[in-house]
């Protein structure tokens, strides 16, 4: 797909979508640079919270695949951070707009973290309304690719919300989430992990270098795309399981529904998700580079290869002192050193190619995979329902 020339590329409906995902390890450069524009002004304003409040709680919010930012942050950082100080929580806005009273207290400091590439989707400003109207001490981080959207222009003017933009190029055009999904999830990691600025380059400069191999070994995954299935599962522990989400959503959108996806952690896909494997299903798992981890990562890939059920089982690894026996997309050089999450960017990558070689390969056009309208870019249909808060008598909460 990286060396089709422009006319193929719009014959297949494909040209964004390749595009969006090739530029990805340069837009990770460009990423942590806007990082360190706002370092200082991130420090001060997480600074002031942490001196008001004893403890906050911060909910990474968004619809999607902004959700899925959080969901494959959360685990990492919450190692990171002081967890007497901050209460990590990753929460969609889907699931707060449905049910405010169980995530937002009026009680309860709390940063509400939004994730959006357009800004625009109802629930994602529908959840800053809510939290607006019931969270007596709120602090907000928007972070999103257009400085269009509702979002941004909400964050105008709001000394208590922190407006971070992502390069211009991270707000894809094309129906999926590639960029936009990378340079959110690398702004998270960079604002919240405790490691100094100087080592956060040095694994950006890694997992760019990644992201470029992925690009030059594009006949590597065509071979795997190529594989006799019709369903897909993705599998990985920690933030890996919120990455293997990712990548299940990537094939569905993509292929609108043609592939029939799964998910789930290494160690839960036992407890009865096994069953969706059958002898077209290809099964995908993002393996840990810390070494206990690893081995529960290991241990179901070579069950499912001593299976002899699913045609494709295979690891998306790094290098290690352990390896998977069977099929292997293997990042050498450094790639072992780096830690999980920011690992998510190059593996996720992977995840993209496949998806975009699946579509292809069921005659789908991966820009506008949904022509009959049953999906759309930004999510259309939703009504937000308003929102009155009750109190009962002796209670402090709104329920």
């Known amino acids: 797909m990286f060396t089709l020339n422009k006319e193929i590329l719009i014959s297949l409906g494909a040209e964004l979508t390749t595009a969006e995902i090739k530029q990805q390890p340069d837009l990770w450069s460009e990423t942590y640079h806007l990082f360190l524009e706002k370092s200082g002004e991130l420090k001060a304003f997480l600074q002031k919270m942490s001196e008001r409040h004893e403890r906050v709680r911060i909910i990474f919010t968004g619809a999607g695949t902004s959700a899925y930012v959080g969901d494959t942050v959360t685990p990492y950082l919450k190692e990171k951070v002081d967890e007497k100080q901050w209460d990590l929580m990753s929460v969609p806005t889907t699931a707060i707009v449905s049910n405010p009273y169980q995530f937002l207290k009026s009680d309860i400091p709390t940063l509400l973290i939004s994730f959006a590439r357009s800004g625009n989707s109802p629930e994602s400003v529908a959840t800053v309304e809510l939290a607006r109207q019931i969270v007596k001490d709120l602090y907000q981080i928007t972070i999103t690719c257009s400085k269009e959207g509702k979002l941004a222009k909400l964050a105008g003017g709001d000394e208590r919300n922190l407006l971070l933009l992502m390069t211009d190029k991270s707000n894809d055009q094309g129906f999926a989430m590639t960029g936009s999904y990378t340079c959110m999830t690398l702004t998270a990691l960079l604002i919240f992990d405790s490691i100094s600025d100087g080592e956060k380059w040095d694994i950006v400069n890694n997992i760019r270098l990644m992201g470029e191999s992925v690009i030059r070994r594009e006949k590597d995954i ?14 990985g522990s920690g933030g890996f399981e919120g990455l293997a989400r990712e990548a299940q959503l990537k094939i569905l959108e993509l292929t609108a529904g043609k592939v029939a996806t799964a998910f789930d952690s290494s160690l839960g896909f036992r407890h009865g998700p096994k069953s969706f494997v059958n002898e077209k299903a290809a099964v995908f798992g ?114």
């Open 222 to 235: 065509e071979k795997m795309a190529a594989a006799d299935f019709e369903r897909i599962i993705y599998l």
């Open 286 to 399: 993002f393996v840990s580079n810390n070494p206990y981890t690893r081995q529960y990562d290991l241990d179901i890939l070579n069950e499912l290869k001593q299976d002899q059920i699913a045609p494709l089982v295979c690891a998306i690894s790094a290098e290690g002192d352990t390896l998977f026996s069977g099929d292997t997309f293997l990042f050498d050089g450094n790639a072992g050193e780096v830690p999980d999450a920011y690992m998510s960017l190059p593996f996720i990558m992977v995840g993209q190619m496949i998806a975009l070689l699946a579509a292809i390969k069921v005659g789908n056009k991966p820009d506008t995979p949904s022509p009959s309208g049953t999906v759309n870019r930004v999510v259309k249909g939703v009504t937000i329902h308003k929102y009155t808060e009750e109190k009962e008598e002796g209670s402090s909460h709104s329920i």
